[in-house]
């Protein structure tokens, strides 16, 4: 960095530290793209290295017969890119300006960084009701989750009462994905009626291993080492009771990380990064690719977005070894 506070031009910057940042850093490193890589300076929700390490035991990742725990699955990637020498600072990227080029992106610092392309990878926040308690067992491993094909498999939560917390599609996926490990499925919804769509609400109502909270909040959790109850608060009459179960899922949604963009590139009007042809990572903007979570609002997974990764490095290889002329 120069003492201006402007750094070199890059061939292409990748903003993330998730499964989808490190698998593009890999391959960009190995095809000498010399790669650089914001990581992300955290947060209270978001920490570098993306959901994952917020997770315990990964037991779907390939390649892991015994499972991996979240922490080190994104280390061993963060060590093997570096290995190949990627560069990388914990800075985010708070602006970016893809009308000229090079590109222009301010990191937190206030650093200027120029890029001949860029590959976003920033991910997406689980949104969680919001108590600290929750907060504490999701980072310890305390039987709180926001993705329950990522964890609901896990030795720990077989035979327990579970209980999801929502009431659209992905809490309706949830529970019924639950139904093959768990003793019962609670759906805890604040309303008398789900959001999700009528199949969907339909599949959950009429399985029989799911029973449904109407007209309830989570006003406390509670646990100490892993989670054992919820105090619930009635919508309707105020009353306050106790759900006493063995893991907490928590389906109100995701954020993708992609506020700074703002007309940068077209986005979702979920705000998750858009990609106008299919199977592709390209945006709107040519030169720049998305990756990961901030692009997929459906799969959601470890794998996808490591999958994602790669192809966002192909194509930015393609891109310049064409000029930079969008050529296919």
């Not at 498999?153 to 639950?178: C, N, T």
């Not at 063995?246 to 990380?257: Q, S």
């Not at 990961?292 to 470890?302: L, N, P, S, T």
Request: charged fraction near 25%.
């Amino acid at each position: 960095m120069s003492d201006t506070g402007v750094r070199e031009r890059e061939t292409v910057v990748i903003i993330g530290s998730g499964p989808a940042a490190w698998t593009a850093a890999i391959y960009a490193a190995r095809a000498q793209m010399d790669p650089f890589v914001f990581e992300g300076a955290g947060s209270r929700t978001m920490i570098p290295g993306g959901q994952l390490m917020f997770t315990t035991e990964v037991e779907n990742y390939p390649g892991f017969k015994e499972g991996v725990m979240g922490q080190d699955l994104m280390l061993e990637m963060r060590d093997q890119a570096l290995r190949f020498g990627t560069r990388s600072v914990w800075e985010d990227i708070v602006e970016v300006d893809f009308e000229q080029y090079p590109f222009r992106l301010v990191s937190s610092t206030g650093t200027e960084v120029f890029a001949d392309s860029v590959i976003l990878s920033m991910g997406a926040n689980a949104k969680w009701l919001g108590h600290p308690n929750e907060e504490r067992l999701a980072q310890s491993g305390g039987g709180v989750s926001a993705c329950a094909v990522c964890d609901g498999a896990l030795p720990h939560f077989r035979d327990q009462k579970l209980a999801v917390i929502g009431g659209g599609d992905s809490a309706m996926e949830d529970a019924l994905y639950l139904t093959k490990f768990a003793a019962e499925v609670v759906i805890v919804h604040r309303r008398d009626e789900f959001r999700a769509s009528k199949i969907m609400a339909e599949r959950a109502i009429a399985d029989p291993k799911i029973r449904i909270e109407w007209n309830k909040t989570v006003t406390d959790v509670i646990g100490e080492e892993t989670v054992t109850s919820l105090t619930l608060k009635d919508t309707v009459t105020g009353e306050e009771s106790e759900l006493e179960i063995g893991g907490l899922f928590v389906a109100i949604g995701h954020t993708p990380n992609s506020a700074f963009l703002e007309d940068a590139v077209k986005l979702k009007d979920s705000g998750y990064v858009e990609t106008p042809i299919p199977w592709r990572t390209q945006t709107s903007v040519p030169g720049v690719f998305a990756a990961g979570d901030v692009m997929d609002d459906f799969y959601r997974q470890a794998v996808t977005a490591a999958g994602t990764g790669c192809m966002a490095a192909l194509e930015a290889e393609r891109w310049l070894a064409h000029g930079g002329n969008g050529s296919s």
